[in-house]
């Protein structure tokens, strides 16, 4: 059974602080991985996914991930009320696999 | 203006009855997707389809039903078989790659189904 682990929260940030998100999986054959933004209510839209070992920057941005220790993370600088929303980490499997696996997602919240 | 478009935005089903939901895509991508959200929960996936007149059961399949005649087009039948069906619906495509970890999804704006 395929799992992602999300800490649900909430988690508080003042503005203008980095906000950090994490997120474990089980399944090591895991090849790509995206966090998606969801505003309550609304359908998830997606702001960055990884798949080589290191760190992706966008903007204020930047996705964590190290296959070792199965884990990847998303920092937010410079967080804006805006940025309030629940967090979905999601995986996708190798091996020719489709559909994406989800966690339950991290409630953040930006404090002005 | 390309995207993804589900209708209705709520549904409400009676006991017994089958309800379908529509997804309509114009990104002229080949696959397509239904999850399903809980409150509090992560999405989970219902069916997905890679190519026009296939389709494959993802975790939670049972109670539900899919086809896929079009390409532009994947609509969910949520039948009476499915006990608990209340729940945001959320149908996704997947941009082409190859096959390559570069391939994301990206989501409609959802329908939500209320049991009266």
């Known amino acids: 059974q395929k799992e992602v682990e999300q800490n649900s929260g909430p988690l508080s940030v003042p503005e203008g602080a980095i906000a950090s998100l994490n997120c474990t999986y089980s399944?090591?054959?895991?090849?790509?991985f995206f966090w998606y933004r969801q505003y309550s209510g609304k359908s998830p839209e997606l702001i960055m996914f990884?798949?080589?070992?290191g760190d992706k920057e966008d903007g204020r941005f930047t996705a964590q991930l190290n296959k070792a220790s199965q884990y990847v993370s998303l920092l937010i600088r410079d967080s804006q009320p805006s940025d309030s929303a629940t967090y979905l980490c999601?995986?996708?499997?190798?091996?020719?696999?489709?559909?994406?696996?989800f966690g339950k997602g991290t409630h953040l919240i930006i404090q002005p | 203006d390309g995207g993804i478009t589900q209708s209705p935005k709520y549904l409400f089903r009676k006991e017994g009855q089958n309800v379908t939901l529509s997804c309509e895509q114009n990104?002229?991508?080949?696959?397509m997707y239904w999850y399903r959200q809980d409150p509090g929960q992560g999405l989970r996936l219902i069916y997905y389809?890679?190519?026009?007149?296939?389709?494959q059961k993802g975790d939670i399949a049972e109670g539900y039903s899919v086809s896929r005649e079009k390409k532009e087009s994947f609509p969910l039948t949520v039948t009476s078989a499915q006990k608990n069906p209340t729940a945001f619906y959320l149908c996704?495509?997947?941009?082409?790659?190859?096959?390559?970890?570069?391939?994301?999804?990206?989501f409609g704006p959802g329908t939500r189904l209320l049991v009266l």
């Open positions: 999601a995986v996708r499997a190798g091996g020719g696999a489709d559909g994406l696996t």
């Open positions: 389809s890679q190519i026009v007149n296939d389709f």
């Open positions: 990104l002229n991508h080949d696959a």
């Open positions: 996704a495509s997947k941009s082409p790659g190859s096959g390559g970890p570069r391939e994301t999804q990206y």
């Open positions: 399944d090591r054959g895991s090849q790509s």
């Open positions: 990884i798949y080589s070992n």
